[in-house]
């Protein structure tokens, strides 16, 4: 089973990180760079059945693909915001991590690493 989700707001210079239902907050200057971690279970990230994705869904709008790394480490990015965000994987730790550069208020959303 998969699950992770991701709250990030960046109102009034706060952001607060929701990672599997435990919070972690600190605050951020607009501009400074965000990095969340997605932990994968119930699949190697080598399977060629799969990559895994982040997208977002920010307040009254609707859900932007963000990118993708596939099981072979190549990337598929969002060429609206491949200047903004970066992904990248250790496989050894199961894990799948989205780097966000430039944040600012609008940047506000619920990120979501999906298979």
Known sequence: MF???YCCWLLD????VLISSNQISRVLQPGQPLTIVCQ????PLTDSSYGTCW??????QQMDWINCMWYNGNTANNDALKNK????????AR??????QNLQPEDTA???CAR
């Open 3 to 5: 699950h992770s989700d």
């Open 13 to 16: 210079h706060v952001c607060t």
């Open 40 to 43: 994968v279970s119930g699949y």
């Open 55 to 60: 997208v977002r869904q920010r307040q009254r």
């Open 85 to 92: 965000f970066s992904v990248s994987r250790d496989t050894s």
């Open 95 to 100: 894990t799948v991590t989205i780097t966000g």
């Open 110 to 112: 619920v990120y979501y």
